[in-house]
């Protein structure tokens, strides 16, 4: 097993590269840029500049057609002072051609400097460790709730395949599948957060503006009441698969011969279902523990903070990307792909705990 682990964290290398060059490439190429961003906000604040350009006096940021040059090459920076642009080229290292500035990134990224925010002026790390938590606890408890919710569902629609709580509570699981968290939030929204209907619950935040004024109950019952729309919308949206595989994996271990045998002994139902049945059973569910969590935790809860105005991960990469602050794009990025490749082989690990038999040097030999 050593073996092979080496060799799944040797292989995290050259896939982290592959990830990066290739996002690194697509965002840096496309139109829009931070200093773009800059240009746009300096050009539309300062309407005073902006008319005295129009009117023959650009000689105050460097006079008319000598403002071509490197202005030329940004979008609304035609007519500004050279030296203005200059400055904001070294500031965000645009004044380094882009393969350099890749190695440089990668070289940082290889002792976890992740670089400043361009338009916050912290360290990326420590924005990331101030959302962390927030992310971290819509992840855990929508995780939890859907392995709570969908184990047993799944094991009682294998046993009563067929039946008519297999059909009505399969109905339900379609609309989970098919219908998106993020459209799940949006009726939640509507029918319980003062939408059309009732406001039951809160609409935005993690907490109630007095906080910390409460009692520690009190925190614990705020902070739970502001988590129960965002966490019901993941679950409703995320437990469908789990299910279905649940009931799949029990469906095929209950036809197997070792089964048969143990009702021929004579065997109790309940026996043979969860002493036998349900350790083979849960194998691939329990085993899919980390990733599923992972996955939440950075993919889900995604639109489910920028809806609900969650201050975590998924809403500090959104508000990111759309302010072009490639720092903690490409930061959050490298994390991410991180702690997936990472978490790829600790289920690789959690396979052989719940199965020691299982033994991936001996199936790739």
Same mark, same amino acid.
């Given at each position: *097993? ?46 005073? *500049? @902006? ?39 070294? @500031?965000?290292?645009?004044? =380094? ?7 440089? *990134?990668?070289? &940082? ?10 338009? @916050? ?9 101030? %959302?962390?938590?927030? $992310?971290?606890?819509l992840g855990l408890w929508s995780t939890l709730l859907i392995y709570l919710i969908s184990i047993p569902l ?48 809160? +609409?935005?935040?993690?907490?109630? &503006? ?36 649940? =009931?799949? $994996? ?14 021929? %002994?004579?065997? $109790? ?46 809403? *500090? ?5 759309? %302010? ?8 959050? +990025?490298?994390?991410? $792909? ?9 289920? &690789? +690990? ?16």
């Amino acid at each position: *097993m050593g073996i092979y682990i080496l060799r799944r964290l040797l292989l995290i290398i050259p896939t982290i590269f592959g990830i990066m060059l290739i996002n690194f490439m697509v965002i840096q190429l496309a139109p829009g840029g931070p200093l773009e961003q800059v240009i746009a906000r300096y050009t539309s604040s300062d309407n005073a *500049m @902006q008319g005295r350009l129009s009117s023959g006096g650009a000689e105050t940021l460097g006079g008319g057609t000598g403002g071509g040059g490197d202005a030329s090459r940004y979008r609304g920076a035609r007519g500004l002072d050279p030296r203005f642009i200059k400055e904001l080229e070294q @500031q965000f290292g645009y004044d =380094k051609p882009l393969v350099e500035r890749f190695f440089i *990134m990668v070289g &940082d990224f290889l002792t976890f400097d992740l670089g400043r925010s361009f338009f @916050q002026a912290r360290p990326v790390i420590d924005l990331v460790l101030e %959302k962390l938590p927030v $992310s971290i606890s819509l992840g855990l408890w929508s995780t939890l709730l859907i392995y709570l919710i969908s184990i047993p569902l799944g094991i009682g629609k294998a046993i009563r395949d067929g039946s008519r709580f297999d059909v009505w509570s399969s109905a339900v699981v379609v609309v989970g599948y098919a219908v998106p968290s993020f459209l799940i939030a949006v009726f939640m929204i509507v029918f319980f957060a003062g939408g059309s209907f009732w406001s039951i619950f809160p +609409l935005r935040g993690l907490v109630s &503006d007095n906080f910390h004024d409460l009692s520690l109950w009190g925190k614990l019952v705020d902070y739970a009441w502001h988590m129960v729309l965002p966490i019901l919308s993941i679950v409703l949206g995320g437990f469908a698969t789990l299910t279905l595989l649940t =009931k799949n $994996s029990f469906i095929d271990e209950i036809g197997k011969q070792y089964v048969t045998t143990a009702r021929a %002994k004579g065997l $109790s139902e309940g026996r043979v279902l969860y002493g036998h049945v349900f350790r083979n059973a849960m194998l691939i569910v329990i085993a899919g523990f980390p990733a599923a969590f992972i996955g939440i935790m950075f993919t889900s809860s995604l639109l489910i903070e920028v809806i609900f105005s969650l201050d975590g991960l998924g809403l *500090m990469g959104f508000q990111a990307a759309e %302010k072009r602050d490639y720092p903690i794009v490409f930061g959050t +990025l490298y994390l991410f $792909s991180l702690i997936g490749l990472v978490t790829s082989i600790i289920s &690789d +690990l959690t396979y052989t705990l719940v199965d020691p038999r299982i033994d991936f040097e001996r199936r790739d030999v």
